[in-house]
């Protein structure tokens, strides 16, 4: 089920709201992907996108936040069925997709330190077209800024969606159970700085909150976001 968030964008949960994908419409009224969830979900977005009278030919972009499984893993899957042609990511993570890795885990920690005795979660490779950098503005739906958020991974990006002043965090925030928590230290590759970058969302202008783990927060986004941050000592 389709769920918008304001105009030209929409949330496409793909495992209930645990995992979500994200739908910018663009100017010319193709889609913009953020995300591409596990391995498997090609077909649950193609539905959600048939819902909001989208088809396979209209997504044109694939925007992915991190080399993780469970945002990449639905990729290749995805660029075959729909013949996607761009497909966007941090250029600090983007030699990851085309050898189905993931990236390394923070093993100063012991939770890091026990998920790299278990067995690498890899995915099927895919190509990536265009390496993001920090800062830069993506033309699409109006514009999609990129702002380099690391520590969850090396080339982790969040997007802010500048025409409905939206920020999808990644795995920077989640907002699973509609509360606001860091990502498992074991899954990052510097769980402090991944906790660090966070602080960069206090200097953009945004309202509403958009997390890969977890439903959204319409308005008030920015002010909670910055309350999460103080509860945490990062602000
Ligand atoms: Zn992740």
Redesign the pocket.
Known sequence: MAIKIAKNIYRLPTLGSFINSYALINDDSSITLVDCGLKGSSKKLIKDLARIGKHTNDVVNIVLT?A?D??VGGAARMIKDCGVKNVMMHQEDSELPPTGKTPARDDSRLSGKIMKLLPERSYEPFAITKKLKDGEIINTAGGLKVIHTPG??DGHISLLHLESETLITG?SIFNMTSRMTW?LSG?CVNYKQSQDTAKKFLDLDFKNACFTHGPEIRDSGKSRIKQFLSKKGIY
């Open positions: 991190h993780h469970d945002h969850h991974t795995d990502a899954f």
